[in-house]
């Protein structure tokens, strides 16, 4: 049973480029969640996603990002335009439905880094 | 005031000694919790998971929840130079209809050999 799956481990844009994060959630988990986490910083929270609806997306800035979690496929976070302040670790985790009852399961993340 | 709140350290123990991490938290109606431990560059590993008042122990590790006073506390025995990591607090609130895990800053637990 694989665990949550992040793709790429490693992202390196260019200013102004676009940047594609992806995340394959545990089998059977329905749910998924997207935090970032700056260097020697704490995980702020950026979205909540069930499949093909996005249920909270308090944490998202307003302005580049979007996330989705289609009904087939991986949730993707969507960064366009980057800038440096966007360098971050990048989490994703997922849960069954309920799972926040038992917590959740943290993919390995995607290391952004915008030169 | 901060809903997860953990004292961000650094907190400094002798190899061996006993590590004690606390965490106070806002809602009183949070109806589970965890501990998460994350080495530097990785990503947060559950380590704990409590839902009732009391002790609960997995080895090394052992989990106090206590609601009245809104507090859950890590204990880490024999503390090994491994353990040395930031020990995240989050837990489970209900909001709209829907659960949320709220996370605490972060402690930086640093063991000294």
């Known amino acids: 049973n694989a665990g949550v799956m992040q793709n790429p481990r490693h992202l390196v844009r260019r200013r102004g480029q676009e940047a594609r994060l992806r995340c394959s959630p545990m089998k059977g988990h329905s749910h998924v969640y997207w935090y970032r986490q700056l260097p020697e910083e704490g995980l702020k929270f950026m979205v909540y996603?069930?499949?093909?609806?996005?249920?909270?997306e308090s944490g998202m800035p307003k302005e580049r990002f979007s996330a989705e979690f289609p009904k087939e496929g991986p949730s993707i976070l969507r960064i366009q335009q980057v800038v440096r302040g966007d360098s971050a670790a990048y989490f994703c985790a997922s849960s069954p439905p309920r799972g926040l009852v038992y917590g959740y399961t943290f993919g390995s993340g995607t290391r952004l880094t915008v030169v | 005031q901060k809903e997860v709140e953990q004292n961000s350290g650094p907190l400094s123990v002798p190899e061996g000694a006993i590590a004690s991490l606390n965490c106070t938290y806002s809602?009183?109606?949070?109806?589970?919790f965890f501990w998460y431990r994350q080495y530097s560059g990785k990503s947060p590993e559950l380590i704990m998971s409590i839902y009732s008042n009391g002790d609960k122990e997995d080895g090394r590790f052992t989990a106090q929840l206590n609601k009245a006073s809104q507090y859950v506390s890590l204990l880490i025995r024999d503390s090994q130079p491994s353990d040395s990591a930031t020990y995240l607090c989050a837990v489970t609130n209900l909001r709209d209809s829907n659960y949320q895990l709220i996370w605490g800053a972060g402690t930086k637990l640093i063991i000294k050999p």
């Open positions: 809602d009183r109606v949070s109806q589970s």
């Open positions: 996603l069930q499949k093909e609806n996005i249920i909270d």
